[in-house]
């Protein structure tokens, strides 16, 4: 497919972020990428959980450039972009050295929080052009669907992170403009990607690279992404052609009503626990004002809160994907009878709101004191 440029802004150097979990893969990507942009100078972040530093090597077609070890106060991925990446990109930037940067983010972080932060500057020297995601091909599904921590693999970012390897992986493509997988994917392991990534994104398998030339040009919109990656996306889905369908399975649970506390705590497991990815919103009646979050891969849930509803007024969806192969008939209905169970009944919707007041609701540990987001 021909990737469409953003019509966002030209200017700025363009440059390319390389994201990833598997450090093959991200390397691989990060060469091909500057092989074809001669004229390019490669960064390369690296976070050493152990000894609480961050690594940064700068190289182009000469050879490597600067190689250098950065004491950071607290190691974290939102730390390390705005203490060195962010300004190592604005410094080679301003050389004028280069016609473009490829920069491998450390691996497991996310470009999303760099790219909001130049989304939002009117007058940038850098401009991201595209996002792409490099991803193993052997070990596709199991970084997708896998139960596997990042800390248990060597891949997390700081001693504070406990992501799963499938959430992480999931919310790496869904970001992306252009994917690279490598050789030997599983074929339903591409379809299940497929049905993940963002409609009008580049998926490119068995090792093909993209038109680096062309991404250029500035095929990135972070408005777009967000779109496409936010928790209470309204879309519709886009429907899974018949190979698709053949090997993937969706759900697309709907409904303007909230979940029941008690009855969400008794299910949790329900709904989120299997070899899937699930994501998106929801709301309780104790919490009437307050955007829950749903983030869930590899049988593991991440709950949390993002502020009031606003004009999106509340309601709850989650969309819930996975392979075929990996989860019977079953077991996808009891997912759906298990969200539709959590859900208000018509009694309890026509009960007035101080029958909800309460001190506990049993979401302190994530979504915070139920008393300053009831309302």
Not at 272 to 297: E, K, V
Request: glycine fraction near 8%; aromatic fraction near 4%; charge should be negative.
């Amino acid at each position: 497919m021909t990737l469409e440029p953003s019509p966002r802004s030209l200017r700025g150097l363009p440059t390319v972020l390389v994201t990833g979990v598997d450090e093959v893969a991200t390397a691989g990507a990060t060469m091909a990428l500057a092989w074809d942009l001669p004229d390019a100078v490669v960064v390369r972040h690296h976070i050493d959980v152990e000894t609480q530093q961050l690594h940064r090597t700068v190289s182009d077609l000469t050879g490597v450039l600067e190689r250098e070890v950065i004491d950071l106060e607290h190691l974290c991925v939102s730390c390390a972009i705005r203490e060195d990446v962010l300004p190592t990109l604005r410094r080679l930037a301003g050389l004028g050295r280069w016609g473009a940067i490829v920069a491998n983010l450390p691996l497991s972080a996310s470009a999303d929080h760099l790219c909001r932060v130049l989304h939002l500057e009117r007058e940038t020297d850098v401009r991201i052009a595209a996002v792409v995601a490099a991803l193993d091909g052997e070990s596709l599904v199991d970084s997708l669907t896998g139960d596997v921590l990042l800390g248990e693999v060597g891949l997390h970012t700081s001693p504070e992170d406990h992501r799963g390897l499938a959430e992480t992986t999931g919310a790496l493509v869904a970001y992306a403009d252009v994917l690279m997988v490598g050789d030997a994917a599983d074929p339903d392991g591409v379809e299940l990607l497929r049905a993940l990534v963002r409609p009008g994104a580049q998926l490119l398998v068995d090792g093909a690279v993209p038109d680096a030339r062309g991404l250029l040009l500035g095929v990135h919109d972070d408005t777009r992404s967000r779109a496409w990656t936010a928790e209470t996306r309204t879309l519709p889905c886009p429907e899974l052609d018949a190979r698709a369908a053949a090997a993937v399975w969706r759900l697309d649970l709907r409904s303007a009503r909230p979940f029941h506390p008690e009855r969400l705590h008794e299910r949790l497991e329900e709904i989120g626990a299997g070899a899937h990815r699930s994501r998106g919103c929801f709301w309780l009646p104790t919490r009437r004002g307050q955007i829950c979050a749903w983030d869930g891969a590899g049988g593991q849930v991440s709950i949390g809160t993002l502020g009031p509803w606003g004009r999106s007024g509340a309601h709850t969806r989650l969309v819930v994907t996975g392979l075929r192969s990996l989860t019977s008939e079953a077991q996808i209905a009891a997912i759906r009878a298990a969200f539709e169970a959590c859900l208000l009944t018509d009694a309890e919707m026509a009960a007035p709101p101080h029958h909800w007041s309460c001190v506990q609701d049993g979401f302190e540990p994530w979504l915070g004191d139920v008393r300053s987001s009831a309302a």
